[in-house]
């Protein structure tokens, strides 16, 4: 694949919760590169800043997955990952300056900086992210600022400030370890770092090739975005990003865990149970899950229902036998939580009390009113109470599986005769004040494909069709008052809108207007990249540049593509 900007995507590696990026803070940017750690929160723990003779010098800087590169004239340092902690820079003709992000030092912010006689490194230890950066130099000569140093204060390494050659080490760790020792050149370190990263494109995505040119990236942004368990993550599992945005939501996951699922069918595995494994006992799923915190005070839409369904063709021997019995426990407690805690008392239609529940935060539908029954809401409910059915019975449980089929088909009901007013989904408050929005949100129902009557799909693709853009589906109508360029669900074309829309029109037989969708979602993503979001309207990359799901969107979309060129799908 082709290099790649660090101003947008971080260099990292799987399982390393730290990479090197320009990204900073939430949407700030350095004008020097960072080792910024996702321990505790996102933070800059030590800037890299390439010198010669004591003096900064202006490089270019080049990455690829198996390599980041600065060049000045004649000479070069290269920076690969020997494992997911520890990181190997080497360089010639040209120096770098290790040190610490913030000057300043208190009791409780900021980081240290000492030399250890034991292991003959010198140790920056960081308050914020509760870790160590050990850095080693086996060849070459390194010079050393403010070790021991308090208060406001420079702490650094500068390593090939002669301009000779020379290799440091750089590795996270918790207290200490074993003195490092290089067990590979630095050529096969990166080396091994390239194969990794092939084998894994060539298992998720063996179909890329010149009709699909971001699929190599694709691959990357999720590769590279993936961290080893730690903290609150008791499982491998797929940041949203590693840049600002370095959380697991419980939404996301359905996505990356469906695009990972063909060729790397248990990391996929561990993406969709990540969350549940802090489902409450009531059944809720966190908002969010990162290193240090799990927030509960949203949730998520019920998407998973659907996800799984969609897994069963994309699981290489569908789900596995062994774990259907805790996933149906696991998917039976979301969906009752849902029907027992987020439905009056006499209602049949469950109802978000913040958009933030829905995902779609600052959707129209929320505006002026926050506990909202919507007919998307419906919509993935039946979709997860269907498959809970069709599981119930793979485990010998009719009794059950009528069960949920009853529900199934009372909310479906509600849904199409109290929200529908036969040429749109409006939504409803819970006091009973309805409304009909531009908001592409009202439209997602048609997820359910050829479930709805077809009188019903027809006039949801029509909609979908007036949200189109060059971009892709609007997720507000560009025709409304409301419409905003980057403002967020009121108007920007998102990744995960963009699949439960295209999926519903396919499997409901809208199968131009899926094709048409797919393909400028496609085309944004080869133009703009992995972004959070895009302008409807020019198809500029918003927000966060390297998002998961925008990728693994990408690929479920791309992927299928090909499949149905070659006439296996």
């Known amino acids: 694949m082709d290099d790649f900007s660090v101003r947008e995507i971080p260099f990292s590696h799987p399982g390393a919760w730290f990479g090197v990026s320009a990204v900073v803070g939430l949407a700030a940017y350095a004008d020097d590169l960072h080792l910024v750690s996702h321990r505790n929160g996102m933070h800059a723990v030590l800037s890299l800043v390439p010198v010669l003779a004591g003096a900064r010098v202006t490089a270019e800087v080049t990455a690829n997955p198996a390599v980041l590169t600065w060049t000045a004239g004649r000479g070069a340092v290269e920076a690969a990952f020997e494992s997911p902690t520890a990181l190997r820079i080497s360089g010639h003709g040209l120096g770098l300056r290790i040190a610490a992000a913030d000057d ?85 370190v990166v080396a091994a770092s390239r194969r990794s990263f092939e084998r894994f494109a060539d298992d998720v995505a063996p179909w890329r090739g010149d009709r699909t040119p971001a699929a190599g990236l694709a691959c990357y942004v999720l590769w590279s975005a993936t961290v080893s368990p730690a903290g609150f993550l008791r499982r491998p599992a797929v940041l949203m990003s590693k840049n600002w945005m370095d959380k697991v939501w419980s939404w996301d996951h359905c996505f990356n865990a469906l695009a990972l699922a063909p060729g790397a069918p248990g990391l996929a595995w561990d993406q969709l149970q990540v969350v549940f494994d802090h489902q409450t006992a009531e059944g809720a799923l966190p908002d969010s899950v990162t290193h240090a915190e799990v927030l509960h005070n949203f949730v998520k839409p019920p998407v998973h229902g659907w996800a799984v369904t969609r897994l069963r063709s994309r699981l290489p021997g569908g789900i596995p036998a062994a774990e259907l019995p805790g996933l149906y426990r696991r998917l039976a407690a979301w969906t009752t939580f849902w029907l027992d805690h987020r439905r009056v008392p006499g209602e049949p239609l469950p109802h978000y009390e913040h958009g933030n529940d829905s995902g779609w935060d600052n959707a129209t539908v929320f505006d002026g009113r926050r506990l909202v029954q919507s007919a998307d809401l419906a919509a993935f409910l039946v979709a997860q109470l269907t498959e809970l059915s069709t599981m119930a019975r793979e485990l010998g449980d009719p009794t059950a599986a009528a069960h949920w089929d009853r529900e199934a088909a009372t909310v479906l009901d509600a849904m199409l005769t109290r929200l529908w007013d036969g040429t749109a989904f409006t939504s409803r408050a819970v006091d009973g004040a309805t409304r009909t929005t531009a908001s592409l949100l009202d439209l997602v129902p048609v997820v359910l494909g050829a479930t709805l009557p077809p009188d019903v799909h027809a006039k949801l693709a029509e909609g979908v069709a007036r949200h189109l853009t060059a971009v892709g589906p609007a997720t507000e109508r560009p025709d409304s008052p409301h419409y905003e360029a980057d403002g967020y669900w009121r108007g920007p074309v998102w990744a995960p809108s963009t699949v439960l829309v295209e999926d519903g029109l396919r499997r409901g037989g809208a199968v131009e207007l899926a094709d048409e969708i797919s393909a400028r979602f496609r085309a944004v993503c080869e133009k703009s990249g992995f972004a959070e979001n895009f302008d409807a309207l020019t198809g500029e990359g918003l927000r966060d540049r390297a998002y998961t799901w925008t990728a693994a969107a990408y690929l479920l979309l791309a992927g299928d593509a090909e499949a149905r060129l070659a006439g296996t799908r």
């Open 104 to 188: 300043t030092l208190t009791p409780f912010t900021g980081t240290f900086l000492f030399h250890d006689p034991v292991t003959s490194a010198y140790v920056f230890t960081s308050y914020e992210t509760g870790h160590r950066y050990r850095v080693t130099v086996p060849a070459g000569h390194a010079d050393v600022v403010g070790a021991g140093a308090l208060g406001t204060a420079e702490r650094a390494v500068v390593v090939g400030g002669d301009g000779g050659p020379w290799e440091v080490a750089v590795e996270e760790m918790t207290t200490t370890r074993a003195r490092f020792a290089a067990t590979a050149t630095f050529a096969e």
